[in-house]
């Protein structure tokens, strides 16, 4: 009857055990069901703060293109003026009975003539639309307005003192406040807050690091598809830019295809987000964070270059490097 029950015990022991180890294998395979959701879940993150970070840079090209064009307006608006206020001070200074002798159209756009007690105007085309101040000075053709006689014709406004709601209003910074209203834009240059760019893509392919965006943008001029990245730290920057040196990103980045026909893929074994790239761009952004890493450079089909990456991590050479979070 003793063995019976210490059968009995065994078994129910062994039992037990097998209970135990299947809940530890139950909750092994939970921790990593975690696991890899947590890993999915930073790569969502990294991907989005990179969306971030490449919308700031759009933004800070596209605000140092609009200064340029600002820039560009200003003078259009400066010469327009001087060309009228020209008009009007002479035509201040003539008298009711005077008559001005006609000139040909190759007069200055800075000369206006008017007969006594006649208007005079510009024929035009129907299919020929008006002309503003800024094209006739840049034609050189003469400009002509209607004014009526013995009239003083006013200066024109500045566009700082523009009245009225609704209205564009270009200010620039210690000249007198415009009236409230309407929408102002400052002259200003708006500078971009970075104290760094690396360009990974520049001219005949080349890599450099700058201190500036005019100094960048001159460097991946002439480029077929240039990419650069900016940095709010210069330490990181260069840190980042030694790191391609050594690890090689920058020679992988140089290589090209011994076949205008062929493609080039990008492996990467050791970097954020390892695994198979088809541009310098992705190569650069998502698979090494703009950092160091271990590239492959392979040139086939997109299928071979999957298969090599999968022996690569099959073989253990695969090591994802932790992701840099927020703003560089």
Not at 4 to 10: A, E, L, P, Q, Y
Not at 20 to 47: D, F, G, K, P, Y
Not at 79 to 101: C, N
């Amino acid at each position: 009857m003793s063995a019976i029950i210490s059968s009995g015990d065994n078994t129910a022991s062994r039992l037990s055990r097998m209970e135990a180890i299947r809940r530890t294998l139950v909750a092994t395979q939970e921790a990593q069901a975690s696991e890899e959701a947590l890993s999915l879940a930073q790569c969502e993150m990294v991907r989005a703060s990179l969306q971030v970070e490449d919308a700031e840079d759009n933004l800070a090209q596209c605000l140092e293109q609009m200064t340029v064009s600002t820039q560009k307006v200003q003078q259009s608006l400066s010469s327009a003026r001087h060309v009228f206020q020209e008009k009007g001070g002479r035509k201040g200074t003539r008298s009711s009975g005077t008559r001005t002798p006609q000139h040909a159209a190759s007069t200055p756009p800075s000369s206006s003539h008017r007969s006594s007690g006649r208007e005079r105007t510009r024929s035009r085309r129907p299919d020929s639309a008006p002309r503003t101040p800024s094209d006739a000075s840049a034609r050189g053709t003469d400009v002509v307005q209607q004014v009526a006689p013995q009239s003083p014709t006013p200066a024109p406004q500045t566009p700082t003192r523009v009245t009225g709601r609704g209205t564009n209003v270009v200010h620039t910074p210690g000249s007198p406040a415009p009236n409230p209203g309407g929408f102002v834009r400052s002259t200003r240059p708006k500078t971009a807050n970075f104290q760094a760019y690396v360009v990974y893509v520049g001219r005949n392919n080349e890599q450099r690091i700058c201190d500036t965006w005019p100094e960048a943008q001159a460097f991946m001029k002439g480029a077929v598809m240039p990419y650069h990245k900016g940095f709010k730290s210069a330490a990181r920057a260069r840190a980042y830019f030694q790191e391609c040196i050594d690890s090689g990103v920058f020679e992988a980045l140089k290589a090209e295809a011994s076949n205008s026909g062929n493609k080039l893929f990008y492996i990467v074994t050791d970097g954020v987000a390892p695994g198979v790239y088809n541009t310098k761009y992705g190569l650069v952004r998502d698979g090494l964070q703009w950092r160091g890493g271990v590239v492959t450079v392979f040139e086939g089909t997109e299928t071979d270059a999957d298969s090599l990456f999968e022996e690569y991590e099959n073989g253990g050479y695969v090591h994802r490097r932790e992701a840099f979070v927020g703003q560089v």
